[in-house]
């Protein structure tokens, strides 16, 4: 049997809804016991976040986060339930929490209160601002991407700031704090020594804008909302063919060359408006309507066909049925039975040669394990 890279680590997990869950499951699938606390008849807020609801009534929302998870019911404003909570800390190894700050101290299950009882503890809060002049306000991913600046790059136009149809920040809070997590659990092998990790939703989605916010502190560009253009390459970006949109991503002038042969406009490559990326860039718009003159005399499939043959990177715009078939026809592992599961879960994206992940158990009911 193929052994977890994180057997015997236990986590108490007193996250919910998406980034501390998302986080969580992560370890999870690597082998760590995740004890999930939940409130009492209640739960984590994202099992009542449906429809969808699977085959059993249970929100597919919490499904997708909560894998490979013990649900432990416990009233954290009774002081017997606080001590079972305590208890279980001392035989825990990590505590992800992502109340709003001060809420744990107030529980009596602050970082500084749990360190006694387990001094190499490693302690991971989530919150929406950090925990200075953000720590009142609510940390949820939409108003994270209006107030983070993703809105104001994301959609048709600048009159029209579009979230992102997933929420995004969540994920990318959650991947944040398991790297923080994995980062203590070393320097701790290495020390013995616990931490507390800290991370917060706006500061990962400043950090996440890699290149727009570089921009930004870099050369003093605000960027705008460019709908599915891309603000330093061209073509790189959708355009409309006889039947569907198809992604056109052209990183460089080997691939604009092919690009322009396969579309019957060998011209192109020898027009100097066009002899660079950076010149591609500023004449855009002329360069956009030439080739999307072409692509609309045939359907994406046949564009797909003829461009991925030579090394152009293009694909259609597919809807989640036609993703998970694109993802099985290229042999990839994109999705999994998982044991108490009624429905098949996405599979973990990690591949590991010698401790892959494993799918031990589906969601958990409410209060299943005490």
């Known amino acids: ?69 013990r649900s432990v019911a416990l009233d954290l404003t009774d002081p017997v339930d606080v001590t079972r909570a305590r208890e279980l800390v001392a035989g825990a190894d990590i505590v992800v929490e992502n109340f709003r700050p001060g809420t744990m101290e107030k529980l009596g299950l602050g970082y500084d209160t749990l360190r006694e009882l387990k001094p190499d503890l490693i302690y991971c809060a989530i919150t929406g601002f950090g925990r200075d002049g953000g720590a009142d306000l609510p940390g949820y991913d939409l108003l994270v991407q209006a107030v983070g600046g993703l809105m104001s790059i994301t959609g048709p136009s600048a009159d029209e700031p579009t979230k992102v149809g997933v929420a995004v920040v969540d994920v990318l809070a959650g991947m944040h704090a398991l790297t923080g997590i994995l980062l203590a659990l070393t320097h701790r092998d290495h020390t013995g020594e616990g931490q507390r990790v800290d991370t917060n939703l706006l500061s990962v989605l400043l950090s996440s804008m890699v290149n727009q916010a570089s921009g930004f502190l870099g050369a003093g560009s605000i960027p705008t909302s460019m709908g599915n ?131 031990r158990s589906g969601p958990p009911r409410l209060g299943a394990h005490g």
């Open 229 to 359: 253009r891309h603000p330093s390459i061209a073509p790189y970006q959708t355009f409309s063919t006889a039947d569907r949109p198809i992604a056109v991503a052209v990183g460089n002038d080997k691939q604009f060359k092919l690009l322009a042969t396969v579309l019957g406009l060998d011209g192109l490559t020898g027009d100097e408006r066009f002899a660079s990326n950076a010149f591609r860039v500023r004449n855009r718009d002329a360069l956009c309507d030439i080739l999307e003159g072409v692509f609309k005399t045939d359907g994406a499939d046949h564009w797909y066909a003829q461009l991925t043959a030579v090394g152009v990177p293009v694909g259609p715009i597919n809807d989640m049925s036609e993703a998970f078939a694109f993802a099985d026809r290229l042999g990839l592992t994109a999705t999994v039975t998982v044991a108490g599961s009624p429905t098949p879960q996405v599979a973990n994206p990690i591949s590991m040669s010698a401790t892959p992940a494993m799918y």
């Open 1 to 69: 049997m193929s052994t977890s890279a994180l057997d015997g680590i236990v986590v108490v997990d007193f996250s919910r809804v998406l980034a501390g869950p998302y986080a969580t499951m992560m370890l999870g699938d690597f082998g760590a016991d995740i004890i999930k606390i939940e409130r009492p008849r209640v739960g984590d807020d994202t099992r009542e976040w449906g429809p969808p609801y699977d085959v059993n009534g249970v929100a597919t929302y919490f499904n997708s986060v909560n894998r490979n998870k």
